[in-house]
């Protein structure tokens, strides 16, 4: 599981002065846990409570009766390991009476050992605070970059991936999936060096005080329950990624009906749709919280059953150190050391889930990252300068899955024609369209423009030299200078106002509230129809590129305003290679050649004179149109 997050843990390096920093803070925390709380515990405290001379007084007493040999076997088996800890700190209080005098002495040494455990702590607390801090912020970082690389790959995968795809599941893998893979780069990063030196600098105290007393080294044998503790952090960890898998695909779906829901708001409210919508969102969200639920229920199940290990194996701990009589205060450092062990297999117990739920989370995006891009840019891309705008279909063929839409389609369109696309619903007109800028490429065949096949050109070039006036005129939430300047970055203000003018925009563009700088809201929607498809004309004329694309470009207005963009439109297609798709046969009219599509082939090619003349599914379609 660890592997598959690899190349994303990779994602730190360009961190990876801070998350040193992080980890370097981590390691001192785990240590000053690990180890240093017990060691307090055991050798700070008898110095407070005075315990360590009473062990010196004892031995003294015993000297004098059994011999200094026996006395100190005495002593040892009273007090397990405090004998030698009593002569150092006696070693340290000669210091304190040499350096304060023996009057206060005493005084001194317990001002210095009290003020220990506040630097302890200090030092704990600044090494923890810092080691959280330093990974959040690089956490931050890794979340940019994930969702960085997955917004860019949508970019580029092409439009037949989108098929079928609900935009708030994409959405969802975006926002929500990315902070899954956050925390698990970042958390699982940090824990995976923290929590293991956390245990060995438990372990090391624990072997210290074995060390100086035998007795304690039974507690180093209750560790043994320790693999114990990877039983139930297995079985939960199957049954969270099967439950998270299920939760992460319904947030999907909700976070789909409330962008769907959103994005329709005059439709449901038309047609009385408040209540349907609003019992999918609920159902939606009952069904995440009780998969939420199993997921919680899965995730913080294995900590308590590590805690019932531990207890079990503190409760033999215990039942051992009064067989051996063992003092209170040489006891807790060593059960509080045991502790730190078990601490640590819980937080890893933790990660371990973390991963098994973050699996879900990257399956997710790997379909995005890992979907192929059908329209690749060459290795050695062609250049382009100077474009015509003359098009070549040799033995075009493409289809949709198991669907053909264009079939063996041959035809040559000079640079600077006008040329319309028209045919039933589904004829193939579209399709042809869209092969030019490479939304896809032929299955069979190639498409030429002024002789060089668009698969040895980037996309980027090729695109830079195309102009696509869409059937509903897309705008983002800018302000309209911003949206007519995105036909062509950097352009001067002066050209931005050329281009409104000849598009016939700029009358009721300074009109508005704030002029160009006015927000034309989410999609447009402080703007009429026809106002938009102006700016939409705008940023075409603005783009100047030699081949133009018409996708049913006034098919959304009404007659009126339809008749009025007409004239626009045709002085934007002057002088260039254009595509007019067009169900509206009153927008073919400047067209110098039509060709009628039926069934994925050309089965006209004229005139409107000659096909009106000549070709019978033209004129039933231009009959259907007066009707």
């Known amino acids: 599981m660890f592997e598959r997050f690899r190349p994303y843990f990779a994602l730190l390096k360009r961190v990876k ?6 980890m370097i803070a981590g390691v001192i925390y785990a240590a000053a846990s690990g180890f240093g709380m017990p060691f307090l515990l055991s050798t700070v405290f008898p110095v407070i409570f005075g315990q360590a001379q009473s062990v010196l007084d004892a031995r003294e007493a015993l000297v004098e009766a059994k011999g200094e040999e026996e006395a100190t076997r005495i002593i040892e088996k009273a007090f397990p390991g405090k004998l030698k800890t009593a002569e150092k700190q006696q070693e340290i209080a000669v210091r304190f009476e040499d350096f304060a005098g023996k009057e206060n002495a005493g005084t001194w040494l317990l001002i210095a050992a009290c003020a220990v455990m506040p630097i302890a702590f200090l030092i704990r607390g600044a090494a923890g605070f810092l080691n959280v801090y330093w990974t959040t912020q690089c956490g931050l970082e890794v979340l940019k970059d994930i969702q960085q690389k997955v917004f860019d790959k949508l970019q580029r995968l092409p439009l037949g991936f989108f098929s079928g795809k609900k935009t708030g599941d994409l959405i969802s893998r975006v926002m929500g999936d990315t902070q899954m893979m956050n925390m698990v780069v970042t958390t699982v990063a940090n824990d995976i060096i923290k929590q293991p030196l956390t245990l060995v600098s438990a372990l090391g105290f624990l072997a210290y005080s074995s060390w100086q007393s035998k007795e304690s080294f039974f507690l180093l044998l209750c560790l043994i329950s320790i693999p114990i503790c990877v039983l139930p952090i297995r079985l939960v960890g199957k049954k969270l990624m099967l439950r998270a898998a299920v939760m992460q695909k319904t947030q999907g779906d909700n976070t789909a009906v409330l962008s769907e829901t959103l994005g329709a708001a ?49 409760s033999a701990a215990l039942f051992y150190g009064a067989r051996q009589h063992l003092t209170l205060e040489a006891f807790i450092p060593l059960v509080a050391a045991l502790y730190m062990c078990y601490d640590p297999m819980k937080k890893l117990g933790e990660v ?35 474009v015509n705008g003359a098009i070549t279909f040799h033995g075009v063929s493409f289809s949709y899955g198991d669907s053909p839409a264009l079939k063996d389609i041959n035809v040559e369109i000079p640079a600077g024609q006008i040329v319309a696309l028209v045919g039933p619903s589904g004829a193939g007109k579209t399709t042809f369209a869209s092969l030019v800028p490479r939304f896809y490429d032929p299955l069979a065949g190639s498409i030429r423009l002024d002789g060089t096949d668009l698969r040895e050109v980037r996309k980027k070039d090729l695109r830079d030299h195309i102009t696509l006036v869409p059937q509903e005129a897309v705008l983002f939430s800018d302000t309209i200078e911003a949206n007519i300047r995105l036909g062509r970055e950097g352009a001067s203000k002066e050209q931005v106002l050329e281009s409104a003018r000849q598009a016939n925009a700029h009358d009721f563009i300074v009109q508005q509230p704030h002029g160009y700088e006015t927000q034309v809201g989410e999609r447009g929607a402080q703007l009429s129809g026809g106002q938009k498809q102006r700016i939409s004309i705008a940023r075409a004329f603005l783009r100047n590129a030699p081949v133009l694309i018409l996708d049913e470009a006034t098919s959304a207005l009404d007659s009126e305003s339809e008749a009025r963009i007409q004239q626009e439109l045709a002085a934007l297609a002057r002088g260039r290679t254009t595509l007019i798709i067009a169900h509206r046969f009153s927008t073919i009219r400047i067209a110098d050649r039509i060709l009628v599509f039926e069934g994925g082939r050309i089965v006209g090619d004229g005139t409107f ?3 009106e003349k000549s070709h019978d599914l033209f004129r039933l379609l231009l009959e259907q149109q007066r009707h």
Do not use: C
């Open 609 to 611: 004179a000659e096909l």
């Open 266 to 314: 005059r439709e449901i409210r038309a047609f009385n749709l408040e209540d349907l919508m609003a019992g999918r969102f609920l159902s939606g969200l009952a069904r995440w919280t009780k998969l939420h639920l199993k997921v919680i229920k899965y995730r913080f199940l294995a900590p308590p059953a590590i805690e019932f290990v531990s207890a079990i194996v503190v």
């Open 352 to 386: 371990h889930n973390r991963l098994k739920q973050g699996g879900v989370s990257l399956d997710r995006l790997e379909e995005i990252l890992n979907a192929p891009e059908s329209t690749p840019d060459p290795v050695a891309p062609a250049k382009i300068e100077n």
């Open 17 to 22: 002065g801070r998350f040193a920093a992080s």
